[in-house]
C-alpha cells in the first residue's frame, strides 16, 4: 500500500476567524438589553469576518472583589467594553474601580469603550458626569470612546453607536523586526 501525499484540496483547513471580545457591564435590565443590541447590530455587520464573544456583567455583582477582578480581567483581554447605565448618575464606586482595573491591564492592541446612557440629563462635563468619566479613562489608556445617549422608555432600538472597528491580526514571526522594543524609533 503506498501513500500518496496529501492535497490541499483534499481536506482543507478550516479558516479561522479573528475572534472579537465584548464585555458589557450593565446597571439593569433595561440598559442590559441595549447593549445587546449593540453586539447584535455588530454581529449583523461583521459576523463574517470575525468570531464575536459577548461577556455580560452587571453592576451588583460588581462589587464582590472576586467577581470584580474577574471581570477586569475579561475587560482587560476584550476588544469593546460597552458601559451600559441610566445618564445623569454617578456610576457606582466598584464600577470606577472595576474601569481602572480593566483599563490598567489592558494590553497594547486596539479596543473601544462604548457608553451607552439612556436618558439625555448626562451632562457633557462636571463630577457627576459618566460620560465624562469614561472619556477621561479612554483618552488616559489611548482607547476609542463612542457615546450615545438614548430617550428612557422607548421601545425603539438606540440609534447606532458610530463604531468604526479595525480588526488587526497580530503580526507573524517574520513581520515582526528582531529589534522591537529596542526603543530607538519607538
Known amino acids: ?45 461583521l459576523g463574517n469576518e470575525c468570531t464575536f464573544i459577548l461577556r455580560l456583567w452587571k453592576f451588583d455583582v460588581l462589587r464582590d472583589a472576586k467577581l470584580r477582578a474577574q471581570a477586569a480581567k475579561e475587560a482587560a483581554d476584550a476588544n469593546m467594553l460597552i458601559i451600559s447605565t441610566h445618564g445623569g448618575r454617578d456610576l457606582p464606586r466598584a464600577v470606577k474601580s472595576w474601569v481602572r482595573t480593566s483599563l490598567k491591564e489592558k494590553r497594547e492592541s486596539p479596543a473601544a469603550l462604548v457608553a451607552l446612557l439612556e436618558g439625555r440629563n448626562d451632562p457633557p462635563k462636571g463630577p457627576r458626569s459618566v460620560r465624562a468619566y469614561l472619556c477621561k479613562q479612554a483618552v488616559r489608556h489611548k482607547l476609542d470612546f463612542f457615546a450615545c445617549a438614548e430617550e428612557s422608555h422607548t421601545d425603539a432600538p438606540p440609534e447606532p453607536v458610530p463604531v468604526h472597528i479595525n480588526i488587526a491580526m497580530p503580526p507573524s514571526d517574520e513581520e515582526r523586526s528582531p529589534y522591537a522594543h529596542w526603543g530607538i524609533n519607538e
Do not use: W
Open 1 to 45: 500500500m503506498t501513500a500518496s501525499p496529501l492535497s490541499l484540496t483534499d481536506n482543507p483547513p478550516p479558516e479561522t476567524k479573528p475572534q472579537f471580545n465584548i464585555v458589557l457591564a450593565y446597571a439593569d435590565m433595561e440598559t442590559a438589553k441595549r447593549g445587546k443590541q449593540v453586539h447584535d447590530r455588530l454581529v449583523a455587520e
